[in-house]
């Protein structure tokens, strides 16, 4: 086999998803032409498939060493540098490949992934809306633009977006999944739940269409069905903590305090970072700030953090404790904060 049919044979692998086989043909290739740069481009890539980025930055370093003006690889190792974190470093190699090829939806499509990353959302919707200049006909480039329109706060361009993502691919899950969140939020709760019923029949194992869904139901009060969709979730995964919280907010509200209070503990069971986040966050005097701005607290007063949020304080997780009354002013106050469903941003 001459080294065209092993370049031929390893593409055809890194396409199949056959990785080792790809670099074990680049690694060939590499061994009788050293100054290859297509094909460090191409071993390079196959590493930014089996997400080793360091050894993709590696590759592609070598393959600009000998081409400079390797426009690929630029994009290549700038996507590379933005799933390490290294935004400045990854706007730098994109803005480098836009001067080998200004024409070129990709470039622009991936700048705008890092803009977003950085929270310049509008700056990443220049970038969104010159890439689909180019080529109109890219559904990802659309729903990445529905994700900054969301984060910007207009539920409505978003929908459209997402829109125009199913147009193109009516089989992306991850598009219905944010529509649905979208048109909750902008009060369409029907169509928030076949966007759901949709993402659920491509993607039966779809925890994030579950744990929506079932936020949809409880804001409806459909409390059964909300506690279905967030047994599914947790059937799929174990850890997920907001699914029991919402479900035990669920039971609740069915009166079933005991089990309620059982998912509430087990929340910081397995997740007590978490969930003294929310303890802490009870005491602000801004209820928006669920989780993220609260300060962490010791692990080793986990009881007594527990026991905050009843009426009945216990030193252990006992039946006094499993049947405790949540304050349910509090209770009240919080639960749109808490029953939130996901977006998901990427």
Same mark, same amino acid.
């Given at each position: 086999?001459?080294?065209?049919?092993?370049?031929? !044979?390893g593409?055809?692998?890194?396409?199949?998803?056959?990785?080792?086989?790809?670099?074990?043909d680049?690694? =060939?290739?590499?061994r #009788? +032409?050293?100054?290859?740069?297509?094909?460090?481009? +191409? @071993?390079?890539?196959?590493?930014?498939?089996?997400?080793?980025?360091?050894?993709?930055?590696?590759?592609?370093?070598?393959?600009?060493d &000998?081409?400079?003006? #390797?426009?690929?690889?630029?994009?290549?190792?700038?996507?590379?540098?933005?799933?390490?974190?290294?935004?400045?470093?990854? &706007?730098?190699?994109?803005?480098?490949?836009?001067e080998?090829?200004?024409?070129?939806?990709?470039?622009?499509?991936?700048?705008?992934?890092?803009l977003?990353?950085?929270?310049?959302?509008?700056?990443? &919707?220049?970038?969104?809306?010159?890439?689909?200049? /180019?080529?109109?006909?890219?559904?990802?480039?659309?729903?990445? @633009?529905? @994700?900054?329109?969301y984060?910007?706060?207009?539920?409505?361009?978003?929908?459209?977006?997402?829109?125009?993502?199913? =147009?193109?691919?009516?089989?992306?899950?991850?598009?219905? &999944?944010? =529509?649905?969140?979208?048109?909750?939020?902008?009060?369409?709760?029907?169509?928030?739940?076949?966007?759901? %019923?949709?993402?659920?029949?491509?993607?039966?194992?779809?925890?994030? *269409?579950?744990?929506? !869904?079932?936020?949809?139901?409880?804001?409806?009060?459909?409390?059964?069905?909300?506690?279905?969709? #967030?047994?599914?979730?947790?059937?799929?995964?174990?850890?997920?903590?907001?699914?029991?919280?919402? =479900?035990?907010? *669920?039971?609740?509200?069915?009166?079933? /305090?005991?089990?309620?209070?059982?998912?509430?503990?087990?929340?910081?069971?397995?997740?007590?970072?978490?969930?003294?986040?929310?303890?802490?966050?009870?005491?602000?005097?801004?209820?928006?700030?669920?989780?993220?701005?609260?300060?962490k607290?010791?692990? %080793?007063?986990?009881?007594?953090?527990?026991?905050?949020?009843? +009426?009945?304080?216990?030193?252990?997780?006992?039946?006094?404790?499993?049947?405790?009354?949540?304050?349910?002013?509090?209770? +009240?106050?919080?639960?749109?904060?808490?029953?939130?469903?996901? #977006?998901?941003?990427n």
């Amino acid at each position: 086999m001459n080294l065209k049919q092993v370049y031929k !044979r390893g593409l055809h692998s890194a396409k199949k998803g056959n990785y080792q086989a790809a670099i074990e043909d680049f690694d =060939r290739i590499l061994r #009788f +032409n050293p100054a290859d740069a297509k094909a460090y481009n +191409n @071993r390079g890539l196959v590493y930014y498939y089996m997400k080793d980025y360091e050894k993709a930055i590696a590759d592609l370093s070598q393959a600009l060493d &000998i081409n400079p003006n #390797f426009f690929e690889a630029y994009l290549n190792r700038g996507n590379a540098w933005r799933h390490l974190g290294k935004h400045d470093k990854a &706007i730098e190699d994109l803005n480098c490949a836009l001067e080998n090829n200004p024409d070129s939806h990709a470039i622009y499509n991936n700048r705008g992934l890092v803009l977003a990353n950085l929270g310049n959302y509008e700056e990443a &919707i220049r970038d969104y809306d010159r890439a689909l200049s /180019i080529n109109p006909n890219n559904y990802k480039t659309y729903y990445n @633009r529905g @994700r900054a329109y969301y984060l910007l706060g207009d539920k409505e361009l978003a929908t459209k977006d997402f829109n125009e993502t199913l =147009r193109l691919n009516p089989r992306y899950t991850k598009a219905y &999944i944010n =529509r649905g969140l979208s048109c909750h939020q902008l009060g369409d709760n029907t169509q928030a739940i076949a966007d759901y %019923n949709t993402a659920l029949g491509i993607d039966p194992q779809n925890v994030y *269409a579950y744990y929506n !869904r079932g936020c949809v139901r409880y804001k409806l009060k459909q409390m059964q069905l909300a506690i279905e969709d #967030f047994d599914k979730a947790v059937a799929i995964d174990p850890s997920y903590i907001k699914a029991y919280l919402n =479900r035990g907010l *669920a039971l609740y509200k069915l009166g079933d /305090i005991t089990a309620a209070n059982k998912d509430f503990y087990h929340v910081m069971c397995i997740n007590a970072e978490a969930y003294f986040y929310y303890q802490a966050q009870r005491c602000t005097p801004d209820i928006n700030s669920y989780f993220k701005e609260a300060p962490k607290m010791d692990l %080793n007063n986990a009881v007594e953090y527990y026991n905050t949020t009843l +009426n009945t304080i216990s030193s252990s997780l006992s039946s006094t404790s499993l049947n405790s009354v949540w304050n349910q002013e509090d209770l +009240n106050s919080r639960e749109a904060i808490i029953c939130e469903s996901e #977006f998901i941003n990427n």
